[in-house]
């Protein structure tokens, strides 16, 4: 007791030093959540933006809304997966960021939790957001948070293969010509197609535009329709127009594997938009098809602006600046780029498409994509995705059919 | 001998008390006396930075999981720390689930298999390397190397050898003319995979422990054996055999709690999956409590104490195979 005692005295004299030193240096060390000085303070963001460090553009961005808001910023960058675990033990401990910018799957599950703030309560504005892409952060009628930006899936395809191979892109419209286009590569001795399926959150994404185009529901993981979309995908495995590989897939992986230069399609997402101009032949973006013509709905991806509870109820107030300044038009149309999303407001969807014409097929994308919380799903979403992606891997890897492999799912979501 | 003898002494009347004020009534009695209560606070405080390191680390973290795995926490109650406790649920959900056989399955046969093969690849390495040939030093140097390796990086390497379309190893089968195998994604292989992964990590480590081991096997014996007309083998089962015998007990016994608790390897290789094929309790524990959106902390820290609990086990049987060593 007595040397802790005085080891706390010491720890503590030693951090009035350090504090004293460091006032008028950048902010430094933990705890800042906690410090609540009267003059604006240090406020804290948690994204999950790792790629970005202290010089990008995205920092420098928080910077100056930190500026106008008149308080100092103390941003932390964490990795997706992680970002869930570390907001609940964060709010267990009182402890949470001021803001926080979390995967949209996640909000409802932090709403659950009693985490975020609902935008009653924070005042943030979301009147402009597409109205689709706002419901993956809706629950039991109440909102909780904002979208950065959206993203989704499509198909990205290889010009020089696809000509090779004598297939017209105009042609691949459904789920037969889609197969059809890809035995004709398969013949001509290129790769069909690659995709993500890994038994991860990644496989479940990759997987809905189809089971969604298939007509199928979230609620009833068992039906025709979806064994119709599994059987697809198990179809391609065993002809050989999809790589086995893609069972251990991440998106990173099947990107790598499109870029080089063999495969004739690759699932995936906006973000990769930077990257495909590097891949150095010629690509092309269609809509994800439904089964039977028409686009199929793909899940959205990307980010919530979301201000978690505090034990301090004035720190709203400013929080709530911030926010407004993050999603304010200049800002979304600026971050989105770097980002390689698109916009969650049509007014920025428009500024977007006019600088970058490419854009165009994504924006359509978008406004036709699905929330994986929507519907209502709420925190049902995690547990049905769960038994998606395992049944997903159980067709794939030849260990069940897909009708046995959905009908263990169901029963296992029940 | 005395002065090292006497802190153990003096720390169990603290310990039992419990608190240093109980302590207290112990100065101030006799001038005698109070020599002895210095030494003690003396023997507080060099105890105090283990004590508080082990209450710390240990102590708390194991409370913490085994609160956690009997109650039923929701994201709700985990943030508000309001969940019911429910005793053994979290265990009944654990031992009703399908994935409970194949996961206590797989690990039996991942912790066995890795052992075998580690230890009897370690062992002939070590006695290969115990003849002392020129360069051996350095050979034995670069068998080191799995150890000394990153697991991210050696199981990231591993899963792109082992990759069924672009890994080395099908592109090697295939020049035999052997059919290209789903090593890990075919639940028929992914086990076999991450073993073969996993027995390459370990083999340097039975190789250093079996090596130095060796070295404590006197030349005299050999020579004798020599003498008397054993040949190579029998001078093998005959002397080294035995003689290594506690140090290949200790070998095994660490490798296996080492083993048991293997999770880096799979999650980068196969994740456990695909369709289970690969779960070991280890991936389960991850899988349940962070690996979905919606955390199951209370399963996941039940099959976590399962695990600790059998680590334990074969604990407290190294400790006493230690205490027999040292007394014989």
């Not at chain 1, 109820?313 to 390689?340: F, G, H, M, P």
């Not at chain 1, 769960?386 to 799912?409: N, T």
Request: net charge neutral; with cysteine.
């Amino acid at each position: 007791m007595n040397t802790s005692a005085r080891r706390r005295l010491t720890a503590a004299a030693l951090t009035v030093v350090a504090v004293t030193v460091g006032a008028t240096a950048c902010s430094s060390g933990s705890g800042s959540a906690g410090t609540k000085d009267a003059d604006g303070g240090t406020y804290t963001i948690w994204d999950p933006y790792p790629q970005f460090d202290k010089s990008s553009e995205w920092a420098k961005l928080l910077d100056v809304c930190g500026k106008s808001a008149g308080v100092k910023i103390k941003r932390t960058a964490f990795d997706t997966s992680d970002l869930t675990n570390k907001a609940l033990l964060a709010a267990q401990q009182d402890n949470s960021a001021d803001v926080l910018i979390v995967d949209n799957p996640v909000v409802s599950t932090l709403a659950e939790a009693g985490v975020l703030t609902t935008t009653d309560d924070n005042k943030v504005d979301t009147s402009k957001v597409d109205p689709n892409l706002l419901a993956a952060g809706q629950a039991g009628g109440k909102t909780y948070g904002t979208p950065i930006g959206a993203n989704t899936l499509a198909l990205y395809y290889n010009e020089d293969v696809l000509e090779k191979a004598g297939v017209d892109i105009a042609s691949v419209k459904d789920w037969p010509s889609l197969t059809a286009a890809l035995a004709k590569v398969k013949a001509a001795g290129k790769k069909g197609i690659t995709f993500s399926a890994i038994g991860t959150e990644e496989g479940s994404f990759q997987f809905l535009p189809w089971f969604w185009g298939s007509g199928a529901q979230l609620t009833a993981l068992d039906s025709d329709q979806a064994v119709s979309a599994l059987s697809l995908w198990k179809g391609w495995l065993d002809k050989g127009y999809a790589p086995n590989s893609v069972i251990n897939n991440t998106q990173t992986t099947s990107w790598a594997e499109f870029a080089t230069g063999d495969y004739a399609f690759s699932e995936n997402g906006t973000w990769q938009l930077a990257n495909a101009e590097k891949v150095g032949f010629d690509y092309g973006v269609i809509p994800v098809p439904a089964s039977a013509g028409g686009n199929a709905a793909a899940p959205t991806g990307g980010e919530f602006v979301t201000i978690p509870v505090q034990g301090d109820t004035a720190r709203y107030a400013t929080s709530q600046k911030l926010v407004s300044c993050i999603t304010s038009d200049e800002n979304l149309n600026y971050t989105d780029k770097t980002l390689s999303y698109v916009a969650p407001t049509s007014e920025v969807q428009d500024k977007q498409i006019a600088a970058n014409d490419d854009l165009k097929p994504w924006v359509d994308a978008v406004k036709a994509a699905k929330g994986r919380t929507s519907d209502d799903l709420g925190t049902k979403y995690p547990k049905i995705s769960e038994q998606l992606w395992k049944a997903v891997q159980s067709a794939l890897s030849g260990s069940a059919s897909p009708k046995d492999a959905l009908d263990s799912a169901q029963s296992a979501v029940k | 001998m005395n002065r090292t003898t006497h802190p153990p002494g003096h720390r169990r009347v603290p310990h039992r008390k419990g608190a240093a004020p109980a302590a207290a009534p112990a100065p101030g009695r006799t001038p005698a006396r109070r020599r002895p209560a210095s030494q003690q606070w003396a023997a507080w405080g060099f105890l105090a930075p283990v004590t508080l390191y082990l209450v710390l680390f240990y102590a708390y973290p194991l409370y913490r999981n085994i609160d956690l795995s009997l109650r039923n926490y929701t994201v709700r109650s985990f943030v508000q720390g309001n969940a019911p406790f429910t005793g053994l649920d979290n265990f009944r959900t654990v031992f009703d689930d399908p994935t409970f056989a194949p996961a206590l399955l797989h690990t039996v046969v991942f912790t066995v298999v890795c052992l075998v093969f580690q230890y009897t690849i370690g062992l002939a390495l070590a006695v290969f390397f115990n003849q002392n040939f020129r360069l051996s030093a350095t050979l034995r140097g670069l068998f080191l190397v799995p150890w000394l390796l990153p697991l991210i990086v050696s199981a990231s390497t591993w899963s792109w050898m082992l990759n069924s379309d672009s890994g080395i190893v099908n592109a090697a089968l295939g020049m035999v003319g052997i059919g290209p195998v789903n090593w890990l994604t075919s639940p028929d292989w992914s086990l076999t995979s991450v073993i073969i992964a996993n027995t390459w990590v370990g083999v340097p480590f039975n190789l250093v422990v079996l090596y130095s081991g060796l070295q404590s096997i006197p030349t005299s014996l050999y020579e004798a054996a020599a003498l008397d007309g054993a040949n190579a083998w029998q001078r093998f089962w005959r002397i080294t055999f035995p003689l290594l015998r506690p140090v290949s007990a200790i070998t095994l016994l660490l490798g296996l709690v080492y083993t048991l608790k293997v999770f880096d390897t799979i999650w980068i290789m196969t994740k456990g999956g695909p369709a289970d094929s690969s779960t070991t309790f280890a991936t389960w524990s991850y899988q349940l409590g962070f690996g979905s959106l919606l955390p199951a902390f209370g399963p996941g820290a039940a099959v976590g104490n399962l695990l600790v609990v059998t680590a334990l086990v074969f604990g407290l049987l190294y400790v006493r195979v230690q205490r027999k060593q040292a007394l014989s």
